[in-house]
């Protein structure tokens, strides 16, 4: 199984989301990544998103 470095990953999820929005299917034949692996790396963007809009101020910095 291959590794891919978090900057890779962060860089490849970037294009997934607003507002560039570029195709799991699309990403995946670029990024030579599988569809499913690019789908668990936005999934996991995501709800890192949403449980970062809930913290408190002082929890953020």
Not at 15 to 19: F, Q, V
Not at 35 to 45: C, F, H, I, N, P
């Given at each position: 199984m291959a590794r891919?470095?978090?900057a890779f990953k962060d860089r490849v999820v970037a294009?997934?989301?607003?507002?560039e929005v570029l195709p799991v299917s699309e990403a995946a034949r670029q990024y030579g990544v599988s569809?499913?692996?690019?789908?668990?790396?936005?999934?996991?963007?995501l709800g890192e998103a949403a449980s970062a809009s809930t913290w408190s101020a002082a929890a953020r910095l």
């Open positions: 891919h470095a978090q294009r997934l989301l607003a507002p569809v499913a692996t690019l789908e668990r790396w936005r999934s996991a963007a």
